[in-house]
């Protein structure tokens, strides 16, 4: 199983199993493709993108403003995650490098998240320990925690 992220000299190190980066490789994937869909009506979709504003004209304008840029920089955080992902799953990260692994895991967590309706009030109570899906929603939770810490942990301000 994965290990924990932490601060090594002035980088972020982990190890991930073999099976955990190809899964990790194919979930940063699945979301490109959402990223790429501009499918605004499908919920995954939606949360990635959520409206800036409760008003639908104000967000609508911001939409329109800012999708382009946020669209950028979703794929620029995957591409840097994919592109620092060895196949060995010995992992070791510069801060501009573990900046974009939180995004990118950030938006797998929330997809994946929409996906099997987790919330903030939900999550833990799920019942059936043997749920893969969830097992793969814990395993990017811890991920993105860990990373959290490590990256903390450097003694960068963020």
């Not at 939606?46 to 840029?69: G, Q």
């Not at 995957?78 to 060995?88: I, K, M, Q, T, V």
Request: hydrophobic share 45%; charged share 30%.
């Amino acid at each position: 199983m994965a290990r924990a992220f932490r601060a090594e000299g002035g980088r972020v190190v982990g190890r991930m199993e073999p099976y955990e980066v190809e899964l990790l490789r194919g979930l940063v994937g699945d979301v490109v493709g959402l990223v790429t869909s501009d499918r605004r009506e499908d919920p995954v979709t939606a949360r990635l993108f959520p409206d800036a504003s409760p008003d639908p004209a104000t967000a609508a304008d911001l939409h329109d403003l800012l999708h382009d840029d946020l669209r950028e920089a979703k794929l620029a955080a995957a591409r840097a995650l994919l592109e620092s992902l060895p196949d060995d799953g010995r992992i070791a990260l510069d801060n501009d490098a573990a900046e974009a692994w939180l995004t990118a895991l950030n938006d797998v967590r929330l997809a994946l998240g929409t996906t099997l309706n987790v919330t903030e009030e939900s999550y833990g109570r799920e019942t059936g320990d043997d749920d893969l899906a969830m097992q793969v929603y814990d395993l990017l939770t811890f991920l993105q925690d860990s990373l959290v810490e490590a990256v903390l942990g450097l003694g960068v301000d963020r």
